[in-house]
């Protein structure tokens, strides 16, 4: 008989940086597949990991004007029982009564938190979604009409996040979200190459959303919406 699963700690926030009084909020949804039934996550895992640095290209980004958290989700992969849109709606709360609910938040996500970040970004106080080829499932209709601004990008060569999906999606709220679409040529799922086309762009695009900084030429492009961009 295999060892009952491990008990969950429940979802953590780690804090990258935290100004006094910042000027936004981001938080950094990381991914990682399920390891068997109800696996608690733990903070070694690579998926865990990959997204310090993501956390830190948006900490550069926003100049120390940010607030950056990472969310540890309580549970590996996608439980039905309790989702990382769960632990999403609970940090929500935790950043609304710490930061106050009038600071604006963005959503950075990566595969499965890519997946969670777009479910969340009609959510009260969200600006701002950017998904890292996120993972998507056919049999959910994530909608996207209650979202203020939604970058989606997504690596050509990812062989476990369909590109096709996400691309699916960004078209189908294109009438009713404003939202982009960016293919980064070479980019595989784990993000370990292209590091311009995901940590450092999605730095620049929470930027813009939360301050207005349009420093990376690219942003113009984004801005403009649409589904063509290829960088």
């Not at 992969?77 to 709360?93: I, K, M, Y």
Request: aromatic share 4%; net charge positive.
């Amino acid at each position: 008989m295999p060892p009952p699963p491990s008990a969950p700690a429940g979802p953590r926030l780690l804090g990258t940086h935290i100004p006094d009084r910042p000027e936004g909020v981001v938080l950094v949804l990381h991914g990682g597949a399920a390891r068997g039934p109800r696996t608690p996550v733990r903070p070694q895992q690579l998926a865990v990991l990959r997204m310090i640095a993501v956390a830190s290209a948006i900490t550069r980004a926003g100049g120390g004007r940010l607030a950056v958290l990472r969310l540890l989700n309580t549970w590996r992969g996608w439980e039905p029982s309790h989702s990382p849109v769960d632990d999403l709606d609970w940090a929500l709360r935790e950043l609304a009564g710490r930061f106050g609910s009038s600071c604006p938040v963005a959503l950075v996500g990566h595969s499965l938190g890519g997946r969670a970040a777009l479910v969340g970004a009609g959510r009260s106080g969200v600006a701002g979604v950017v998904a890292l080829n996120p993972w998507l499932d056919l049999d959910e209709q994530i909608d996207l009409r209650g979202a203020r601004r939604v970058v989606i990008l997504h690596g050509d060569r990812d062989a476990v996040a369909r590109p096709s999906r996400s691309l699916r999606l960004a078209e189908s709220a294109a009438a009713s979200t404003k939202v982009t679409y960016v293919t980064v040529t070479g980019g595989r799922h784990a993000m370990l190459g292209r590091r311009d086309g995901f940590d450092g762009l999605a730095g620049a695009c929470v930027a813009s959303m939360l301050l207005g900084v349009a420093a990376d030429p690219r942003l113009a492009a984004i801005a403009a919406g649409g589904s063509g961009l290829r960088i």
